[in-house]
């Protein structure tokens, strides 16, 4: 809507003056007259803005200018929410003043917001005026290269895995100085004639070096007197767990 306003103080003079404005609605005069207040939209007087919008309708009229539908019907809502917040309150009046001139607050903070995102928009740089496009854009090469992220533990696993793979496993036992069972029988028997008396096992093991050979000859000489002891060819004595174990020819 467009307002021409002629200053009465030039109509008898050679000088014309025109003031040109112009609204995509009644809310959108309404918050042009909350700007005039210079105020926030929070804190805006809704008497002074009904008082400036009815003012101006009345300026429109004296004018002879046609107004549309829409601006009477909000100039009417205006005159009722004045009426509303003069007049002593109606409890079973709903909404309240208050809740209806919260409202109106809300729509104007609404349409300003969007006014100026709309504003902020077209003052961006456009494709064609303020910036243009190259003529030839040129075609992208992509490149690819492997990066491996592997930890000390990942590549020694891989490599035993392919180890595995490719190589057969294959145990090999080293060769090493044993008393087998039956050497073990056959020395404690030949020694049982000339021991009489109780005699520990240790005593039955034969003189080296190796420790490797003293432990089989001692796990083999304990397997050969539980054999014998067994057959009844000698007896055994043991005075505590852990204790020395003791032979002698069984009588």
């Known amino acids: 809507m467009a307002v021409v306003t002629i200053d009465s103080a030039s109509r008898d003079g050679d000088e014309l003056n025109l003031s040109?404005?112009?609204?995509?609605g009644p809310l959108d005069l309404l918050l042009s007259l909350a700007r005039s207040q210079k105020v926030d939209l929070t804190q805006i007087s809704i008497l002074a803005l009904v008082e400036q919008y009815l003012a101006y309708l009345n300026d429109?009229?004296?004018?002879?200018?046609?107004i549309a539908a829409d601006y009477l019907v909000m100039a009417a809502w205006l005159a009722y929410l004045k009426s509303c917040l003069l007049l002593p309150k109606d409890p079973e009046a709903d909404p309240s003043p208050e809740e209806i001139a919260l409202r109106l607050q809300l729509r104007l903070q609404r349409l300003d917001a969007m006014r100026e995102a709309g504003a902020r928009l077209l003052g961006r740089d456009r494709l064609g005026r303020d910036t243009f496009a190259r003529g030839t854009p040129e075609g992208l090469r992509l490149v690819r290269k492997?990066?491996?992220?592997?930890?000390?533990?990942?590549?020694?696993a891989a490599y035993g895995t392919v180890k595995a793979r490719t190589q057969p496993p294959m145990h090999v036992v080293h060769a090493r100085s044993v008393m087998t069972l039956e050497e073990a029988i056959d020395r404690v028997s030949r020694m049982l004639g000339i021991a009489i008396e109780w005699t520990e096992l240790e005593a039955?093991?034969?003189?080296t070096d190796d420790p490797q050979l003293r432990k089989s000859a001692l796990a083999s000489s304990f397997l050969a007197a539980l054999e014998l002891a067994r057959r009844g060819r000698l007896d055994l004595e043991q005075d505590a767990a852990f204790e020395p174990l003791r032979l002698k020819a069984a009588a």
Do not use: M, T
Request: aromatic residues 18%; hydrophobic residues 60%.
């Open 20 to 24: 040109l404005d112009g609204w995509e």
């Open 60 to 66: 429109a009229r004296a004018l002879k200018l046609e």
């Open 204 to 207: 039955f093991l034969p003189a």
């Open 146 to 156: 492997s990066a491996w992220q592997a930890s000390a533990f990942d590549l020694f």
